[in-house]
Each structure stands twice: as structure tokens, then as C-alpha cells.
């Protein structure tokens, strides 16, 4: 994968943003996949009760969830499955291997898992030798250019057909200049057809996991979870332990919600259910804790645990959808990714509260009514508290603190103010050092301030009597 180059999300949003034209095409393909959303989540007359329904059942398991941990363990075991805990990125990816060194494997297909690129575990698996190939299509796209997925659901967003075209040309020998989606997703798939067939060891994440049955399941769109799973005899499920649901009877509950909030579907093409591992094969499950569990005692943003992953905070954030998902040099970008990563590692990743205009939208669409905006501005007094913010923002906030805690010095600030916007020349503000300025338009200062209007019409209203 490309090491990543900053961690300061201005800095990688204004990259971005050189590439106007492709902004607005990344702005527009997504918010398409919101109106779809929209339209999908209104043909539903129940979609808010299914809403409330999924955040109370997530806040439960969530209260609960050592107690469900443990039902899940023994069920799943009874069934057959081996089940292991990590406690972090490091034992998971440990666990990981020493299956796959038990059974000399070499060649591993993995569908899509975003717990598995949380662990880094690609990179791992390929220092110690052994091919790892995703099998999503838009995982195998950026794979091949070795840049990480820049959003949850749809990994490559951020490329267009041309792009993809010429990364096949680079690295499957498709036809240069051949841009037809019909003919890249055919040869995709030959491609992967051969890694499916010579692969000894299948990798999924999960996406629900059921504490009554100790079964679990995962959601595609292609298949390829199955198809990775059903040759190779070894199958390991890598999941986050807040996966849990507590019973059969909630699934459709969120597989109804996930789909509609992910990509506007009824449903996902492929739910597969797997309940044990398959005759003489072995089925492993892989249970990370890797700083959620610090996360579940914070009554702040333990709500960030409901999360199904859905990615429908991303596609509707207009801060998201016009910085692109590499610029939150994380490997859950937007809104969610803004809360969840400053939680594990506030040093790198403090500018990403701000990485938000609070309008809300986020936590609108979220179909377990998670409160993004709120956590996100909760986070933002954390890192300002932890003494985070450079001083170029601390001390405009300090001197605005200062003057509207006074009304007669704000009031004397704002005649100059007005009187500044009346006459300044414009190159002060529209200048090249000012950043400020290069999307922006001063109002026009007003003939009267508010207090003067209200002034006014207080005394208007006296003389009238
Ligand atoms: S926070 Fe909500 S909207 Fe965002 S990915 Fe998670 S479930 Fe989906």
C-alpha cells in the first residue's frame, strides 16, 4: 500500500481539490448514491421504526456485550467453529498466520473486510510470504494500483472507468484505450477466476454474527465471498467483536436497513449464512477487540459501536464527498471514520473533528441513529483540551471568546469592522496568501449593525404608542 503522506486532512483535501472536475464527478457519484438511499428509505412506510428498532438492539448487545461475547463463543463452538480473541491488530494478524502456516498455505483470496485493512493485514501476510489477493472488484482494483480503499463500500469511488482501464492495461494485459465497464468487469473476472481456483485458504469478514445460533453472516454483491470460500477447505472470518446481533429473529431487521442505506438496493445481492465449517474442512473465527472495548466504557461515543458500516454518513457528507476518501488517511474515512480514529490514535489523526460543517446530515441518514455530528463536536473540545490545535486556530477563537464576552467592545469592533469592509482594497483579502479568500466572497457590509436595527424599532414602536 502507498505509506500514507500526511495525516493533516486540509492539507490532503486541498490536493483533492486541484482536480476540480474530478471532485465534482466524486461529489455528484455519491450524493447519486444518497438520492438512491433516499428514494429507497421512503418506500418503506416502517423505515423509521426499523431505524429505532436497529439502535436499540445495537445499544443493548453493546450493554452487553461481554454476556452475548460468550454465548456467541460457546454456540459457535458447539457447531464446530474454532473461535479466537485478539486484543489487538498485532494478535489478530499473529492468529492469522499461524492458521495459515498450519496448513502451509500460500495463496489466500479474501472478500471484502474492512476489520482486515483496520489490522493491516495484507501487508503482513505478504511480508511473510504469502499472496493475498481481495476479491471484491473494487478491492482487486485499488490492490493492483497499491493505494488503500477510499470508502467502506465502494473501495475505488475515486477512479473512473479510464482509470481503472489503464491499471488492467498495467496489470492484467487488457487492451489498451478499452474503457468499456462490460469488458473490464469480464476480465476481472477471468482474472480471479484462477486466483479462486488455486487459493488454499479463504478469508471474509463478517457482517453480522448472531449470539443464539454462534453463526454469522456476510453481505456481497458479487458472490465472491462464497466462491472464496467454498473450494479451499480452511475458511477464516475476521470480526470486530461490536459485529454481534443478540438474535436470528434481528437480522432482517439490519439486512433490511444495510442495503437500502449502503447503495439504495433492496437488498444485498448475496447474504450467506455459515453455520460451521464445511465436512472435513475447518472453520476459524477471529474476534478483535483492538481499542473498541476502550470505546464501549466512554459514554460519549460508545454509540459509535451501532455502526453496520453501511458508508451512508460518506455519501452524504458534503465534506466527504468533496475531499475524497484519502484525505482522512484512515481506513474508515467520513463522518464515522472522524470519530473512530481520532479515538485510537488522537495524535495523528486531530484534524479530522473538523473535517466536518456539523450540519447534521450524517447522523439524518445513519440507520442506527448513531449521533455523529454531536460526537464530533464533543471530540473537538477533547483535542483542543489536550492542547492539539495549532495556535493559529486556538488564538482567533481565544480573542472572539474575549470581545463577545464584552457587548460595548464588540459593538465599537463591529463599526470598525463595517467601516474596514467599505473600504479595504480588495487585493488584502484576494491575495494568494490568503486561503481564505480563494472560494470566498466578503458580505457587503450592512447600513446599520443588528443592535442599531433593533434600537430603531424599539423606539419606532415607543413613538407609535
Ligand atoms: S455511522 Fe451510520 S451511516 Fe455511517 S457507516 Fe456507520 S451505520 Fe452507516
Excluded at 277 to 291: A, C, K, M, S, T
Excluded at 302 to 314: E, F, Q, T, V
Excluded at 366 to 391: A, D, F, G, S, W
Amino acid at each position: 500500500m502507498s505509506a500514507i503522506k500526511s495525516y493533516d486532512h486540509p492539507t490532503n483535501a486541498n490536493q483533492f481539490n486541484q482536480d476540480q472536475d474530478r471532485t465534482h464527478w466524486h461529489d455528484s457519484s455519491l450524493w447519486f448514491i444518497r438520492e438512491k438511499r433516499d428514494r429507497m428509505s421512503k418506500s418503506l412506510p416502517e423505515w423509521e421504526t426499523l431505524r429505532s428498532c436497529a439502535s436499540q438492539i445495537k445499544a443493548h448487545t453493546v450493554s452487553k456485550l461481554a454476556d452475548y461475547l460468550e454465548e456467541f463463543e460457546k454456540n459457535a463452538t458447539a457447531r464446530g467453529v474454532q473461535v479466537h480473541w485478539a486484543k489487538d491488530a498485532e494478535e489478530h494478524n499473529q492468529i492469522v498466520l499461524e492458521i495459515l502456516r498450519k496448513h502451509q498455505a500460500k495463496r489466500i483470496v479474501k472478500s471484502k473486510s474492512m476489520l482486515t485493512e483496520e489490522c493491516h493485514l495484507n501487508p503482513w501476510l505478504e511480508k511473510h510470504g504469502i499472496e493475498v489477493v481481495d476479491t471484491d472488484l473494487g478491492e482487486r482494483i485499488v490492490q493492483l494500483r497499491q493505494e488503500p480503499p477510499s470508502h467502506i463500500v465502494m473501495p475505488a469511488i475515486h477512479l473512473k472507468k479510464e482509470d481503472v482501464s489503464n491499471t488492467f492495461h498495467e496489470h492484467l494485459q487488457t487492451e489498451k484505450g478499452n474503457n468499456d465497464p462490460n469488458y473490464l468487469t469480464e476480465s476481472a473476472r477471468q482474472h480471479l477466476r484462477q486466483k479462486f481456483c488455486q487459493a488454499d485458504v479463504g478469508i471474509t469478514g463478517v457482517n453480522f454474527a448472531i449470539a443464539e445460533t454462534g453463526g454469522f453472516v456476510v453481505c456481497t454483491n458479487e458472490g465472491n465471498a462464497d466462491l472464496g470460500v467454498s473450494l479451499p477447505k480452511v475458511h477464516i472470518a475476521c470480526m470486530g467483536i461490536e459485529k454481534l446481533i443478540p438474535k436470528a429473529d434481528h437480522l432482517s431487521i439490519f439486512l433490511r436497513l444495510l442495503a437500502r442505506s449502503a447503495t439504495g438496493q433492496p437488498i444485498t445481492t448475496y447474504s450467506s449464512h455459515f453455520h460451521g465449517p464445511v465436512e472435513g474442512g475447518e472453520l476459524h473465527i477471529v474476534l478483535v477487540d483492538n481499542g473498541r472495548s476502550k470505546i464501549m466504557n466512554s459514554d460519549d461515543y460508545r454509540n459509535s459501536l451501532k455502526c453496520i458500516r453501511c458508508g451512508a454518513c460518506m455519501n452524504t457528507c458534503p465534506v466527504y464527498r468533496r475531499s475524497g476518501g484519502h484525505s482522512y488517511a484512515a481506513t474508515v474515512p467520513g463522518p464515522i471514520g472522524s470519530i473512530l480514529n481520532p479515538l485510537r490514535d488522537a495524535k495523528h489523526h486531530k484534524t479530522l473533528p473538523f473535517a466536518c460543517t456539523l450540519c447534521g446530515s450524517c447522523s439524518d441518514v445513519c440507520p442506527v441513529k448513531i449521533n455523529l455530528h454531536e460526537q464530533l463536536l464533543t471530540l473537538r473540545t477533547e483535542v483542543k483540551n489536550q492542547k492539539q490545535l495549532p495556535m493559529s486556530k486556538t488564538l482567533p477563537m481565544r480573542i472572539a471568546s474575549y470581545v463577545f464576552q464584552r457587548p460595548k467592545l464588540y459593538a465599537w469592533l463591529g463599526g470598525i469592522g463595517k467601516f474596514f469592509l467599505r473600504t479595504m482594497p480588495r487585493f488584502l483579502i484576494y491575495n494568494p496568501l490568503n486561503p481564505w479568500g480563494r472560494h470566498r466572497e466578503m458580505p457587503e457590509a450592512p447600513p446599520e449593525s443588528f443592535r442599531q436595527q433593533y434600537a430603531q424599532r424599539a423606539k419606532k414602536k415607543s413613538d407609535d404608542r
